[in-house]
């Protein structure tokens, strides 16, 4: 199966059955089959939260049925490993569990490891190792140590299967592999044309170059990504929306790309009720007109330089892993001559407009001869209605098969490397060194409330959020805490909470600006209190500035160029210092026993 060929919307039971129906005798067929149902089934959370990897697990009982799947929903759920063994319950002994990639022990606790040791497999097949460099290899060496027989496609499994089966699972995380090595965000330029390549006609009117098929198939794109970008032409010719309506996965940022901020007053993008909008633009353009947007709630961020590589760079650092371009020809060219486009899909309609001075998908690239032209890889064709798409990576994806050096072996070698020490310790999101001191781990947390009942909130996250709220005299607003209490994840709960605050802040209880430090100081001494493996982790940052990385959070993290408050580290080191006390005060107590 080519890279570039996995569907959008698989239906994992009938690949299934499509599996067991034609079984190939070849080696390591089996393998490959639940390796490749593994990466469907992580395939169905792209999109429904805020970045985090795409986690499969199908669990092969003894007799050869499947006796339990899951998928990681969303950073904050429970584990895929750990949904799939649940499932299986008694048939997961001397199974054999299938993952798309090595789980990542980001928070500590070992659940993926754990659950698959305790549940009582036998046997673990991995399609690919974790990309992020302090996560890789970690889970293989920790299932190994606990006698489990670990194999890993390329590695300890070769064949042409095995093959098409890693080649799914590099595209299922094809962002976060990206990301990993690029330090920008996987990158994806998405056109519709006409079968002359024609963009427009010559008067710029655009309605509808493509099928109402392929249009549906966009909003899918959108809504499998973090953010859609656009640039000034687009905004002042279409007056776009840039919602994934119709396609299911959640509403991605919108993102709009302007050299001179010459744009509209009035514009669908300045709708702040559903999506936010990011304006980034030069620095010190239109001082007024960016008050003006400052106003409806658009932010707006300036460049020194603005470039399709500075701004993909700052979003990267905003923690964003995909990104897609619904841009005119100039910033597409732009954007494919500074490198920061992976993927294309091209919509071909059947149709033919004609005129010389028509815009095309892609402007100058200051090519003069076929010899220059950028060859797309692993091209696919599908038929989409009356369309034609066409769709292929511009670059391949990293290779993330040889094996990066652990901290120990990289401290043989060079003794002065310390990679993850430092006197200011920087997290962020969940899955960095660092990431369970976010307000966004998964720990659930047990508070009393009001009538001192013992309330289970699954994150800081969730609780915080939902005191926005609590105690407000109003069903919307009660509804809204219910909400918030019952999200899948701490990002879909902060998408609750930030919404509601933006449409309706008169439901914001009156005291909350007053009191959310002390909630949320509340909720992490509570979770650190809880788990004694993150109480350890805070305790070894002893001596350390702890810094909340985020560069768009001015209150609780550091900003862009530091110019944040921080009041997320400030109270984690205030915890920090409030534990180390009691360890001390604990120590000098003088012994009782005789």
């Given at each position: ?93 001397g ?148 919602t ?7 509403m ?29 633009t030069?620095?010190?353009?239109r001082?007024?007109f ?72 892609v ?20 038929q ?15 290779d ?51 009538d ?5 909130w ?8 939902a005191?926005?709220?609590?105690g ?58 809880i ?17 909340e ?14 110019e ?31």
């Amino acid at each position: 199966m080519a890279l570039s060929c996995l569907t959008l919307s698989a239906n994992p039971s009938s690949m299934i059955w499509k599996c067991k129906a034609s079984l190939p005798t070849s080696p390591h067929a089996l393998d490959a089959t639940y390796i490749r149902r593994a990466a469907h089934l992580a395939d169905k959370s792209a999109g429904f939260t805020s970045p985090h990897p795409n986690f499969g697990c199908v669990i092969l009982s003894p007799a050869g049925h499947v006796a339990g799947e899951g998928y990681l929903y969303a950073q904050g759920t429970a584990a895929a490993e750990v949904q799939a063994v649940d499932a299986a319950g008694e048939r997961c002994r001397g199974a054999t569990a299938y993952l798309n990639m090595e789980p990542g022990d980001c928070h500590g606790d070992h659940s993926a490891v754990s659950a698959m040791i305790q549940g009582g497999v036998k046997r673990v097949v991995i399609g690919m190792r974790h990309p992020l460099q302090h996560l890789r290899g970690n889970a293989v060496r920790a299932l190994r140590n606990q006698g489990l027989h670990v194999d890993v496609l390329g590695e300890d499994l070769t064949g042409n299967l095995v093959e098409d089966a890693q080649k799914e699972c590099l595209l299922v995380n094809a962002p976060l592999i990206c990301r990993a090595a690029s330090r920008v965000p996987f990158s994806v330029l998405k056109y519709a044309m006409t079968l002359d390549g024609k963009i427009a006609a010559s008067s710029g009117h655009a309605s509808w170059i493509s099928s109402k098929q392929s249009r549906n198939l966009v909003f899918e794109l959108r809504g499998r990504s973090d953010a859609v970008i656009v640039g000034g032409n687009t905004v002042r010719r279409d007056n776009p929306r840039l919602t994934a309506r119709h396609g299911g996965g959640h509403m991605p940022m919108r993102i709009v790309m302007t050299q001179t901020l010459d744009l509209p007053e009035e514009a669908n993008l300045w709708d702040m009720s559903e999506v936010s909008t990011i304006v980034v633009t030069q620095r010190g353009a239109r001082r007024s007109f960016q008050k003006l947007l400052a106003s409806k709630g658009v932010e707006v961020v300036e460049f020194d330089i603005l470039t399709p590589r500075e701004v993909m760079e700052y979003f990267h650092d905003r923690g964003y892993l995909s990104i897609l371009w619904e841009c005119g020809g100039t910033l597409a060219a732009s954007a494919i001559s500074s490198g920061v486009i992976h993927k294309v899909y091209a919509f071909v309609a059947p149709k033919i407009i004609g005129g010389k001075n028509a815009p095309s998908p892609v402007g100058d690239l200051g090519m003069v001869e076929m010899t220059q032209a950028l060859n797309l890889i692993d091209v696919c064709y599908d038929q989409v209605g009356p369309d034609m798409l066409i769709s292929g990576f511009l670059q391949p994806l990293p290779d993330v098969i040889p094996v990066i050096p652990s901290r120990d072996e990289t401290f043989v070698v060079d003794p002065t490397v310390s990679p993850y020490e430092s006197s200011i310790i920087f997290f962020y999101k969940t899955w960095d060194l660092y990431g369970a001191l976010s307000n966004f781990s998964p720990h659930p947390i047990q508070i009393h409330d009001e009538d001192g009942d013992c309330v289970t909130w699954l994150s800081v996250e969730h609780y915080y959020q939902a005191h926005k709220f609590v105690g407000v005299d109003d069903p919307i607003a009660q509804d809204c805490v219910e909400r918030i209490k019952s999200a899948k994840s701490p990002e879909e709960a902060a998408r609750i909470g930030r919404s509601m605050q933006k449409q309706k802040p008169d439901l914001i209880r009156s005291d909350w600006e007053n009191i959310k430090i002390d909630v949320m100081y509340k909720a992490l001494k509570c979770k650190f209190s809880i788990y004694p493996h993150l109480k350890t982790l805070l305790l070894s940052t002893a001596g350390s500035v702890l810094v909340e990385a985020s560069p768009h959070d001015l209150f609780w993290g550091g900003g862009r160029e530091g110019e944040g408050l921080n009041y997320l580290g400030r109270l984690l080191m205030k915890l920090r210092s409030e534990f180390l006390g009691e360890s001390s005060s604990s120590s000098e107590t003088p012994s009782l026993t005789v």
